[in-house]
């Protein structure tokens, strides 16, 4: 078995690469193929992902060191809690404006939003739930066991 660390540390590497590295490749070709004159609409979301990245690698690497104790699951609520408000914030409330040549087009992401959120909140449950259970396992452990009489 590896060590908690080795194993926090090669599952950050991947989360890295899978939500940092690659998405950071995609933007561009995505950029570079857009036509002359057409604005960029990634560039301010491509910052966005980067936080996105640095929240979701912190939050596995914390949770993979303090796997078997009740700080994982503490790590797991705080990760659903700080999702939550980073999709509420990056989607700015659910309205995205573009503006391209004198013409505003602006999304309403309201229902998508909730959707998120929704998902989000079942994760936030979970992760109660798992606490709570973790809890539960550990006062069983220490309640002396019964003896036949």
Known sequence: MFPKVVKAVVRGVIWFVLFYVLPSLLFSI?????????????????SLWGVFAVISVFFVVASELTSGTIFQHAF??????????????AL????????????????????WLIMLLTVDLFGLAKSLLQAINFLSEKAEEQLPTPSPK
Not at 76 to 89: D, E, H, K, Q, W
């Open 76 to 89: 797991n609520i705080g990760r659903a809690l700080i999702l939550m408000a980073f999709i509420v914030y």
């Open 30 to 46: 995505l950029v570079s193929s857009l036509p002359e004159g057409a604005p960029n609409i990634f560039s301010e979301y491509e």
């Open 92 to 111: 700015r409330g659910g309205i995205v404006a573009i503006e391209f040549q004198n013409t505003n087009i602006v999304a309403d992401l309201t229902i």
